[in-house]
């Protein structure tokens, strides 16, 4: 099956240091991925879309210039956090769907998330 | 904007008992899907229904989708110390049917 990959799975780090999430899709190519967030025993909110090839679509609440993603090609897309504050401190997951094709009907493959520490 | 509700929050099961968690959308899906999420993991993908009034089982999992498409139920029977999950539902918010707005979740404690 289709497995997505993300790195790394925890990053702990001093505030005012921006960090860089790796979204991988490893055996199929997704021309849009999705951002997640997750606070700790809430739900997953989505971020972004991301698309290949052009800039993001952001969701509403969401700030471009402090979260930024790069969608530079057809199985890699990176979240950045920049000048990461202890309030950014959450699980950061990415998905992938395959668009075309016969398996455009099939859903999301999730990354298994990134632990964000800010101390 | 869309929203999806699911109840209960919270389920305290007896192990062994019966249980089921109910999602509710603003607006009619055009599919809705099912994760379960361990604490500290990730969500794993469980399932989606498309047609209306469709039933889908998987094990003691059964997986209905309303005739109206703007409600779905998750009915777990002889519940597991293992169960200690959180379920969530999701359903897409836009036209293409690719952005995924999720639930709440229904977090299950069991009492062995």
């Known amino acids: 099956g289709a497995v997505v990959s993300q790195h790394p799975s925890w990053v702990i780090c001093k505030s005012g240091t921006s960090v860089k999430i790796e979204c991988r899709s490893l055996?199929?190519?997704?021309?849009?991925m999705f951002w997640y967030r997750q606070f700790p025993k809430q739900s997953l909110m989505l971020m972004a879309t991301s698309n290949e090839g052009s800039k993001a679509t952001y969701e509403q609440g969401v700030e471009k210039d402090k979260f930024l993603i790069n969608h530079a090609s057809l199985t890699l897309s990176t979240l950045t956090v920049t000048s990461a504050h202890p309030e950014d401190s959450s699980f950061y997951i990415c998905?992938?769907?395959?668009?075309?094709?016969?398996?455009?009907?099939?859903?999301?493959?999730f990354g298994d998330g990134t632990r964000l520490s800010i101390l | 904007g869309q929203q999806v509700m699911q109840i209960p929050q919270y389920q305290h099961v007896q192990e062994g008992e019966d249980f089921t968690t109910y999602c509710n959308s603003s607006?009619?899906?055009?599919?809705i899907q099912w994760y379960k999420q361990r604490p500290g993991g990730h969500p794993v993908f469980l399932i989606q229904?498309?047609?209306?009034?469709e039933v889908k089982k998987q094990k003691r999992l059964t997986f209905q989708f309303g005739e109206a498409k703007k409600n779905s139920s998750l009915h777990i029977t002889a519940t597991k110390t293992t169960d200690v999950v959180t379920y969530f539902c999701a359903g897409p918010t836009d036209a293409a049917g690719n952005k995924l707005t999720f639930g709440g979740g229904t977090r299950v404690l069991v009492k062995p």
């Open positions: 998905s992938a769907k395959r668009l075309r094709g016969v398996y455009s009907n099939q859903p999301q493959h």
């Open positions: 607006t009619t899906l055009s599919n």
């Open positions: 229904l498309v047609k209306s009034g």
């Open positions: 055996d199929f190519q997704a021309t849009t």
